[in-house]
Structure formats: C-alpha cells, structure tokens
C-alpha cells in the first residue's frame, strides 16, 4: 500500500514537472516548430530560378528580383493540377487562365523577357511529384545549381526533397519569399499560419516515412504511397 501510494506520488510529482516545463517553455518549443520549417540559403550565381507551384503573388514577385538582380537567367515554373470544374468550363468554351499562365502573365508584367521564362506543361500535385517532373526535365541539361523560390515555411521539406531527388549533381539553393507573411514566432496565434504548420509537420512525417522505407527495403523496392501533400 505505501509502495503503490509512493508511486502514486511519485507519477504525480513527474506529471507537474512537465506539465510545469511545458508551460514554461511553450513559447520557446512553438518558436522553434515554426522557424525549423524556414530554410534559407545565401544567394549564388544559379543556373536557373525554379519557382514551385501556388501562392503565384508571394513567389512569381521575388523570383523576379533575383533574375533582376543578375542570380539566374531564366526562370522555370512548374504546373499544378487544374482547379475543380475548370476542365467543366473548358468543355463549355469558357477559357480562364491557369495557375502557370497567371504566374507567366505575372513575370512579363515584371519586366521578365518571355524567352526568359520556361515552363513545364507536365501537372504535379504535389511537392515530390514536382521534384520528380524538375528532375526528368533537367536530365541531359547543363544546370549545376537552381534557386528554390517557395513559401517560408515550405523550404525545409522542399529543400529535402528536392536535394534527395536531385542528388549530388545539382546544387539547391533555398529562397523563401521575403513578403511572406508567415511569422514563426507567432505562427500559433494566426489561424492560417497555424493551419500551414500542421500541415507541413504532416507531410514532412511522410517523407521521413518513405526516406525510412527506402533505408529498409532499399530503393529498387516500391516505397509506400506517399499521402498527397502540396
């Protein structure tokens, strides 16, 4: 009896502990949930600017300024899948541009050259699907090094990735977008934010997932399907 209300006690003494270390150090671990989902390399001399599908306002603008500033000389944007009931509209006759045409549109009106601007017209619903489509168009290219412009807290899991589908041969240099409003010392106040964050954990819990089982088994066997996250 008095053993079992010791470690009645006892459990209860390690419960306050960390219900104590939890809620003092809340901040602290919420702060560095979000900024590890931010990576940023210093910009080089690149190849080429790759600029991942979506949010074509935040990411077609700072593409822009580093082909301005002289990085790169040409851009790449890949295509994602067409919006629910646009194929619909197309069939009625009713043309509506898509996300690659708008951020194309974007990039002359930023003063881009259109021989300037590359485009892949193969879709990709997700950021390995993207990586995978990037990495059989540079195949028999010259690009030793591109610039990755993406959403903040979207550069850690694009940098792994796109450096463990690329491989040694290309170099990945990230860029998150500088007007990116994501705040990683805040993310847990803002319901956006928030919502991106549990979003990127879930994927990059999947990578890891399919990075484990390609230790495992090795990489000639068919890895899990991968859980379509953007």
């Given at each position: 009896m008095i053993r079992l209300l010791w470690r009645t006690v006892r459990a209860l003494v390690v419960l306050l502990v960390l219900g104590v270390g939890v809620?003092?150090?809340?901040?602290y671990l919420l702060d560095s949930a979000g900024r590890y989902l931010i990576t940023q390399d210093p910009l080089v001399k690149a190849d080429?600017?790759?600029v991942l599908s979506g949010q074509p306002f935040l990411r077609i603008p700072e593409a822009a300024r580093i082909y301005h500033e002289g990085m790169a000389?040409?851009?790449l944007l890949t295509n994602e899948p067409r919006p629910r009931g646009q194929e619909e509209l197309l069939r009625l006759g009713i043309r509506y541009p898509d996300s690659q045409e708008l951020s194309r549109h974007l990039l002359e009106a930023l003063r881009v050259p259109r021989d300037a601007i590359v485009t892949i017209p193969e879709r990709a619903d997700s950021t390995r699907a993207e990586m995978q489509v990037v990495s059989r168009f540079l195949a028999g290219r010259?690009?030793?090094t591109i610039i990755i412009v993406t959403s903040k807290a979207h550069t850690t899991r694009a940098h792994k990735i796109?450096?463990?589908?690329?491989g040694p041969q290309v170099r990945?240099?990230?860029?998150?977008?500088s007007a990116d409003p994501f705040d990683p010392g805040r993310w847990w106040q803002d319901r956006a934010d928030s919502k991106q964050v549990l979003w990127e954990y879930q994927a990059l819990a999947d990578f890891w997932r399919i990075r484990f089982w390609g230790l495992i088994v090795g990489e000639a066997t068919t890895v899990p399907p991968a859980v379509t996250v953007r």
């Open positions: 809620y003092l150090g809340g901040p080429m600017v790759l000389p040409r851009i010259s690009v030793r796109f450096t463990a589908g690329l990945v240099v990230m860029r998150p977008v």
